[in-house]
């Protein structure tokens, strides 16, 4: 576990890709969980699950066999936020039809972890393994949860640096939607020698009259005050 604390701490968010952090996370998990053989990333959102990364082809097999049903053991437990494990998919009744079919891709045994995240869960680490009993240690269980929690701090960090780049786009939207406003008022002000809060008050009966945007309004009256004269 220590070797495997090293190697999460050690991991770099900032200026990355999620599909990047993602894909080196599962490699950690492929080396530290006992038993695991192949590793996966499974992300639900609403009634959508995707697999954002793996290591290894069988576990995108597995992944890919539960998301044509739409249920199995990675999807259960991420939607619940419960550890499932699978010893043995020869004789697995849980899921009969899905352990008929993965035992193809060479999977005998599998352990899928929640994602924790703000309270919930959303999605699941899937570490998957040729050999039955894989993941009945302890260690393999505290190992997987620890890569979990990695994997869900990597997610909410790029959520979080997505909302702020869109914070910052609307801001700047806002911030041109406001410089045009002013433009049009200076304009309707020298035009119709009225002040700021009547030339504001032409541009609002303008935008409902018409069932336009303020700032369309704005555009079109400075957009025309550049225009080359007719003739």
Request: aromatic letters at 4%; glycine letters at 8%; charged letters at 25%.
């Amino acid at each position: 576990m220590e070797a495997l604390w090293r190697a999460l701490s050690r991991l770099r968010l900032a200026d990355r890709e999620l599909a990047d952090v993602l894909g080196e996370i599962t490699r950690l998990a492929d080396e530290h969980v006992p038993g695991a053989e192949s590793t996966s990333i499974t992300l639900l959102r609403g009634d959508t699950a995707v697999t954002a990364a793996h290591h290894g082809d069988m576990a995108l097999a597995a992944d890919e066999i539960q998301y044509e049903r739409g249920y199995g053991p990675c999807m259960d437990a991420g939607r619940g936020g419960v550890v499932l494990r699978i010893d043995d998919m020869t004789t697995e009744q849980r899921w009969p039809d899905y352990a008929a079919r993965v035992v193809g891709v060479g999977v005998r045994s599998s352990l899928s972890t929640p994602l924790p995240y703000q309270g919930s869960s959303i999605g699941a680490l899937n570490t998957y393994s040729t050999r039955p009993a894989a993941f009945v240690s302890d260690a393999s269980a505290e190992a997987a949860r620890e890569v979990a929690e990695a994997v869900a701090i990597a997610v909410a960090n790029a959520d979080a640096h997505a909302q702020l780049g869109e914070q910052a786009h609307n801001m700047q939207r806002a911030m041109e939607s406001r410089a045009v406003i002013e433009q049009a008022k200076g304009v309707l002000m020298a035009q119709r020698r009225v002040d700021a809060e009547a030339a504001f008050d032409l541009l609002r009966e303008a935008s409902q009259r018409y069932n336009r945007k303020l700032r369309d309004i704005a555009a079109g009256i400075v957009a025309s005050t550049h225009q080359p004269p007719a003739g």
